[in-house]
């Protein structure tokens, strides 16, 4: 396995309050990893840093070889490290077509002067159709996101992320707000991807969906890991079950 | 040294009114998210009224044409000084109140680009009133404060400078205990912070913006009270004191009292020093250099701190003007021109002459669809470009004889630089600070750009050649007719291209783009958009279009003058672009036609029913109610269900049926909708 993502002592603070404390981190490609922990325990400030939105993080991000530090968020996306949302944020003002394809393309500027006149073909029409299928977005392409349920609306954010192929996605509680259902369905489309060349870091509060489709598992809490392995030896971890699932055990 | 100590306290009174009206929008922006352009002009009102009260007595009510003066002494005597200043005070506030419950109350939780919208016609309709009830002509009043001169380290000056910076001292002073340590103080800061939060725990967040509401109109009543015997009255510059106002207001972030006190009275300082060092050194530019510098002093600090405007957390949550859909453009556009060709011919003279004004209106108007409606950045500085872009023709046609129709994209491309510095502040500022900036920005060109007598030949203006080619005259006039159709088709031809481009931009990637970045800047980065370039580029665009627009103008006219770019100029085609529908190509051409003050229905309804005179009492009055009652335009909603849009494009996709092609529906990869546990 070829190592895509190595994160080395990540830092993020602000002010006093240390978000995000050292934590390293590492995903090889085809890996679906987990990274589960408490309200609060710094996981969205952990993505956050990741694509370039906290500039003065400490800690390096090693992403295919290349060094991530100091890049602005759009330069991470074009090298292929997408994410999603929490709150899904959507371009409401299109469609979920027009939302996939805005990260599908990638004009340069002689396309943007030539796009006045005689508009380019539309590009990145395969991966478009790839990613809505595979997210079960086929009917809805065509419509604008307020006309989509919440789970939909989730989808499309993924879809969103998918379309422009990259090689790892991190997906910030892309299955809150959904029913146990559309969670499973939303597993079984995760466990797809890397099958198709993707990876995911998958931050989520279902722990059902996180044992059942992660390879391994990372645990933060207070912004630092407090244990990581198969989802096998997460759930006999006494420090997690005693930090995070509050002593109860967990049925798969 | 004495010399620059006495401009320094001359430029006390001047900035003591811009302290106080910053103050008074201040109160306004933190009670209810409203940048209230009108401002300006309710001191410039109150102004009148004390006036008028001071020399016959009479009460001037704020509206045109029917009864609005009552005498209230005998024999048209002027009123003593301390019954004058209670009732205009009484007045202003009561003029504020009612423009509060009228207008601005139903949006509060309207879009901000709404909320400008609304204040530019209350803005309109109060000077344009004023110009009608009492003239253009200046008045001077008498002496309010004692101004007996004070001797002070060897100079003589007027002791009124004194007390007006004591009363701006006073006033942010009391703003500000008032504000931290009084119930209704953390009342209205509580408000501005979270509304939703207050009004959960009990506070009325419109009770709250009214009281606001009164105290800033006290003050504006106030400030064009005390200004009156500095500077002489008239309706457009007092109603223009509300942009260094805002400049000081910015600076104080629309939070602080105290930097915005500071800051008032600071660029009346500079402006006033600004003249003494004219005197000094002959080389200076010796028009608009104290008007124009404090501008590129906001204009700079803005750009380099990129400071927020203070938090003002709003429980309505708005959307951005709906967009429209070009569907065809290619055939809509010919559709367009074919109809413009037959009003063309079918219209003479002075109406023939208004559509093309329409139509050179559309073209500016679509500017800013693509800068306003896509990208989502406002302007508040389109004509600056509109104008630069018109004396720029000029002298390329005139001085250096390039020929048309080079001499028309070399000076819309030269105005694209322009363009670009102007929209480096959007990099770091967004929203309603964008708004105020390019206003600065406006002004600055005003002053600065378009008072220099050698780009713009002053008052007379400049002339500019007739465009040919090959020979052919396709000027406005070719002696015997005016206006020709030739210069229509002219118009037509370039106008109707400009809208094909833009709607063929709207569909395509870069326009994608450029909608994704209005939506959600954040969202747009983490896609893989440069968000910085890509505004840039709207803005290049957009003066580019503007620049045409210019030319366009210019040729029309014949000999362009800047007072057809003046600062406010720019306001108004913001707000009729936005009425019209600013998301839509339509909107642009609803907006040259039917809102354009030299346009085609105004015009008609001046030859029919000769509103001439009260056009844009009428213009601001539409203003308001379009932007209270219809927040998207009236292109979105002649675009809805039984909208009269609609019918036009079935009819024209029943003349030009088009086949369209299958749908692709792939089978899913996953065929797994729901799995039962």
């Given at each position: 396995m070829t190592r895509l993502l190595d994160v080395t002592d990540l830092r993020v603070a602000y002010g006093a309050v240390v978000a995000v404390d050292n934590v390293s981190l590492t995903i090889d490609e085809g890996e679906i990893v987990g990274l589960i922990g408490p309200n609060g325990a710094g996981k969205s400030s952990f993505i956050d840093a990741l694509t370039g939105a906290i500039p003065n993080r400490g800690g390096s991000v090693v992403f295919e070889g290349g060094s991530l530090d100091r890049l602005a968020s759009h330069s991470i996306a074009r090298r292929g490290l997408m994410r999603t949302f929490q709150s899904v944020e959507l371009f409401d003002d299109l469609t979920v077509r027009e939302n996939l394809q805005v990260a599908a393309e990638q004009p340069t500027l002689l396309s943007m002067l030539a796009d006045l006149v005689r508009p380019s073909k539309p590009k990145g029409v395969d991966d478009i159709a790839w990613a809505s299928t595979l997210c079960d977005l086929d009917d809805a392409l065509d419509r604008f996101p307020s006309e989509l349920s919440h789970g939909q609306r989730k989808l499309a954010g993924v879809a969103r992320a998918l379309a422009k192929r990259p090689r790892l996605v991190l997906m910030d509680e892309p299955a809150a707000g959904l029913d146990t259902d559309e969670s499973i369905a939303f597993g079984q489309r995760l466990r797809s991807l890397p099958g198709h060349g993707v990876s995911v870091l998958l931050v989520d509060h279902d722990m059902e969906l996180v044992l059942g489709v992660c390879d391994r598992i990372y645990v933060i809490d207070f912004g630092s890991v407090i244990a990581s392995g198969t989802p096998d030896e997460i759930r006999k971890n006494d420090r997690v079950i005693e930090a995070y699932l509050g002593g109860h055990d967990v049925k798969a | 040294m004495s010399a620059f100590l006495l401009f320094v306290l001359l430029g006390l009174g001047a900035g003591s009114v811009y302290a106080l009206l910053g103050l008074g929008l201040v109160l306004k922006y933190r009670s209810t998210g409203v940048i209230d352009f009108a401002h300006g002009a309710i001191a410039m009102f109150s102004a009148y009224v004390f006036v008028n009260l001071r020399s016959t007595g009479v009460l001037e009510l704020?509206?045109?044409?029917?009864p609005h003066e009552i005498p209230l002494t005998a024999g048209g005597q002027a009123m003593d000084l301390a019954p004058a200043l209670v009732i205009t005070l009484v007045y202003g506030t009561v003029l504020g109140l009612l423009l509060f419950l009228g207008v601005y109350r139903p949006l509060l939780q309207a879009s901000p680009l709404t909320k400008v919208c609304a204040s530019v016609g209350v803005m309109l309709f109060l000077e344009a009133t004023a110009v009608l009830n009492f003239g253009t002509t200046s008045l001077a009043s008498s002496p309010i404060l004692p101004s007996e001169p004070i001797r002070l380290a060897g100079i003589a000056f007027p002791s009124d400078r004194i007390y007006l910076a004591g009363i701006v001292i006073v006033v942010a002073a009391v703003l500000l205990v008032v504000y931290r340590w009084t119930k209704f103080g953390l009342a209205t800061r509580a408000s501005a912070e979270n509304e939703t939060g207050a009004a959960l725990i009990g506070i009325s967040p419109v009770s709250v913006a009214g009281r606001n509401w009164v105290i800033a109109s006290f003050l504006a009543a106030g400030s064009g009270i005390l200004i009156t015997p500095i500077s002489s009255l008239d309706p457009t510059s007092y109603t223009l004191f509300v942009v260094p106002a805002l400049g000081a207001a910015l600076i104080g972030r629309f939070q602080s009292f105290g930097w915005t006190a500071v800051a008032g009275l600071g660029l009346g300082i500079v402006q006033s020093e600004l003249i003494k060092l004219q005197t000094i050194f002959t080389w200076l530019p010796q028009q608009g250099l104290s008007d124009g510098v404090p501008f590129v002093i906001i204009l700079i600090t803005m750009t380099l701190s990129a400071r927020r405007l203070g938090a003002r957390g709003n429980a309505g949550t708005w959307r951005n003007p709906r967009l429209g859909r070009p569907s065809r453009p290619l055939l809509t556009s010919i559709i367009t021109f074919v109809i413009g060709l037959i009003i063309l011919v079918l219209l003479q003279g002075s109406l023939r002459a208004a559509f093309m004004s329409s139509i050179i209106t559309m073209c500016i108007c679509l500017s800013l669809v693509l800068l306003s409606g896509f990208i989502g950045q406002v302007s508040l500085a389109q004509m600056s470009f509109v104008g630069m872009g018109a004396f720029i023709l000029s002298h390329l046609a005139g001085d250096l004889g390039i020929p048309f129709p080079f001499s028309l994209i070399l000076s819309a491309l030269l105005v694209v630089p322009i363009g670009i510095l102007i929209g480096l502040p959007a990099l770091r500022v967004r929203g309603v600070s964008l708004a105020v900036v390019t206003l600065a920005t406006a002004a600055a060109m005003d002053a600065l750009v378009f008072s220099n007598v050698g780009f713009?030949?002053?008052?007379g203006g400049r002339k500019v050649a007739p465009p040919s080619l090959f020979g052919l005259n396709l000027g406005i006039s070719d002696g015997k007719i005016y206006p020709t159709i030739t210069f229509g088709v002219l118009l037509l031809v370039i106008v109707v291209f400009v809208g094909y481009c833009v709607a063929r931009l709207r569909t395509s990637a870069t326009g994608r783009m450029m909608i994704a970045v209005r939506s959600n800047e954040r969202a747009a980065a983490y896609m893989g958009i440069r968000v910085a370039p890509l505004k840039l580029y709207g803005f290049a665009l957009s003066a580019f279009i503007a620049g045409i627009g210019g030319g366009l103008l210019a040729y029309q006219q014949g000999t362009v003058s800047s007072s057809s770019f003046a600062v406010f100029t720019s306001l108004t085609v913001l707000a009729i672009t936005y009425v019209a529908g600013i998301g839509r190509i339509a909107g642009a051409v609803i907006a040259g036609l039917m809102f354009s003050s030299d346009g085609l229905f105004v015009s008609f309804l001046d030859d029919v029913i000769h509103v001439g005179q009260y056009q844009m009492i009428v213009a601001g009055i539409a203003l308001a109610i379009t932007a209270i009652g219809?927040?998207?335009g009236v292109a979105s909603e002649m675009a809805g269900e039984k909208g009269i849009a609609l019918r036009i494009v079935k009819l024209r996709d029943r003349v030009f049926p088009t086949s369209k092609p299958p749908a692709l529906s792939p089978q899913p990869v996953i065929a797994v909708a729901k799995v039962r546990k």
């Open positions: - | 704020p509206w045109p044409v029917i713009t030949g002053g008052l219809n927040p998207n």
